[in-house]
């Protein structure tokens, strides 16, 4: 038996984080984790190697289509994917021995195994072998993630019919692709194989991408995409997967009904969102409450209905992103440990890291008129930047959004090169709660694209200088 202050179940990047901060407080701090390696799904087989092919096959574009527009001269690239998995291998492997380390430097103990909530303070791990190992704790954080939603009637093999984590996993770039599912997962990992050479069509239920971002963002982003090539069924719905020869006959029809057409492919990749993971953990024979969408149940500080028990990340209500369950493991260690946690949910950012990207932070236009909030917009276009014409990165714009009366900043909106690390700036700025005035004027060097975010400040709150 170990005593404990904390056990973590689960590593990905709100338990890690969370045990991080819990021993830092001094709390003696213990973490489960099913897989060999830890870091979750983000580090393992979600965030980390998708982010390390995209930039990959990003390269290969460039090298194809971008350098002779610069002035250099180079011979016709070719895919060389085993190289590229293997940067993939070992961007993964960095990560991941580097929250090993972490461990260590900060004193937490690793229990390999699959973690099951006994009752209150206990947690039972069962390892491989099947041996099992009872800690005793005064509390229980559980971080176990997401899961792949699956597609009714669909079978996912990780072959042809693939989820995201068997597309990044090919072993050669396959000639069509059918990408079920127009949201952030799909589009990425469909733009890393449409910029490799493979004919991708996208069918989404809803009548725009990217579901709850900004419609202006949306319409302009696919159209975008649709540039680079990507196809897309809209208001459209897959209801079957048929073996067909070597390859797959994918069913679609209308979303609301109606004739249904065939679309041969070689590979189908399921991307419909992701579920709670909760399966295995003894939720139930604990008490532990889950909501109507089979999330587990928490307060306004992580706490479940069981004392000692709390919840974080993607297992809980909120937006499915690895730094809110950061954010998240932050607040219950500090809980836990006697201060005041707390997570700011209006501003979190979300990132889609295609080329361009797109990043959101805070409310949508459709979001603000919907609440009734009189408001005012301001926009920049890039095509009228400096330095991202002299990178020939002039696609898309920056758009602000700020209460009518007060001016303060409601939302920020970016498509465009880099959008993912400029919508920090508009992060900061509503964290202060700071106005369109306030970020106007302040001074941007020149040249850089951040200049645009500060065109579209002063575009809501008087006139941009440069359109």
């Not at 291998?89 to 380390?101: E, I, Q, S, Y």
């Not at 202006?216 to 209801?239: A, C, E, H, I, Y």
């Not at 500090?334 to 889609?352: K, T």
Request: hydrophobic share 40%; charged share 25%.
């Amino acid at each position: 038996m170990s005593q404990y202050d904390l056990v973590v179940i689960g590593t990905g990047p709100g338990g890690y984080v969370c045990a991080i901060k819990a021993a830092q407080l001094g709390l003696k701090t213990a973490v489960v984790e099913k897989r060999e390696t830890l870091g979750g799904t983000c580090l393992n087989i979600g965030c980390i190697p998708s982010k390390a092919l995209l930039y990959a096959s990003e390269m290969f574009e460039e090298a194809e289509h971008g350098f002779e527009k610069l002035g250099i001269k180079v011979s016709k690239p070719k895919v060389d994917l085993p190289g590229m998995m293997k940067h993939k291998t070992d961007t993964v492997d960095a990560n991941v021995n580097g929250v090993a380390f972490l461990m260590k430097k900060n004193k937490i103990d690793v229990h390999t195994g699959t973690g099951k909530i006994l009752g209150t303070g206990k947690v039972e791990v069962t390892a491989a072998d099947g041996s099992a190992t009872v800690l005793d704790t005064k509390n229980i954080v559980i971080a176990t993630g997401s899961d792949v939603m699956p597609l009714p009637g669909v079978e996912i093999d990780e072959k042809q019919i693939v989820s995201s984590t068997g597309a990044l996993e090919l072993e050669k770039v396959p000639g069509k692709m059918v990408v079920v599912g127009g949201g952030v997962i799909g589009l990425e990992l469909g733009s890393v194989w449409n910029r490799l050479g493979t004919e991708v069509t996208v069918v989404e239920f809803m009548d725009k991408i990217l579901g709850p971002m900004d419609g202006d963002v949306s319409k302009n982003f696919q159209r975008m995409l649709k540039k680079q090539g990507m196809t897309f069924k809209l208001s459209s719905k897959v209801t079957g997967v048929s073996k067909k020869g070597k390859g797959l006959a994918v069913t679609v029809e209308p979303a609301k009904g109606g004739d249904a057409q065939v679309i041969e492919t070689d590979i189908v990749l399921v991307a419909i969102g992701r579920r709670p993971f909760t399966e295995g953990l003894g939720l139930e024979a604990a008490g532990v409450a889950l909501d109507e969408r089979g999330r587990v149940a928490i307060d306004g500080h992580y706490k479940t209905n069981v004392d000692g028990i709390y919840a974080i990340g993607d297992v809980v209500a909120g937006p499915m992103l690895a730094h809110k369950a950061e954010d998240e493991g932050v607040a219950i260690a500090e809980i836990l440990s006697g201060q005041a946690g707390h997570v700011n949910y209006d501003v979190i950012p979300g990132v889609v890291y295609t080329q361009p990207e797109v990043a959101s932070v805070g409310k949508t236009e459709e979001e603000l008129k919907a609440a009734g909030i009189e408001y005012k917009s301001g926009k920049f276009n890039f095509s009228a930047n400096g330095r991202a014409r002299a990178m020939n990165h002039t696609d898309g714009f920056v758009k602000v959004l700020a209460d009518a009366k007060t001016d303060r900043v409601l939302g920020v909106h970016i498509v465009g090169f880099g959008a993912g690390e400029m919508i920090h700036e508009g992060a900061v700025l509503m964290e202060f709660g700071g106005s369109s005035e306030d970020l106007g004027r302040t001074c941007h060097a020149h040249p850089t694209m951040s200049e645009a975010v500060k065109e579209a400040a002063m575009a809501t709150f008087a006139k941009p200088i440069h359109s």
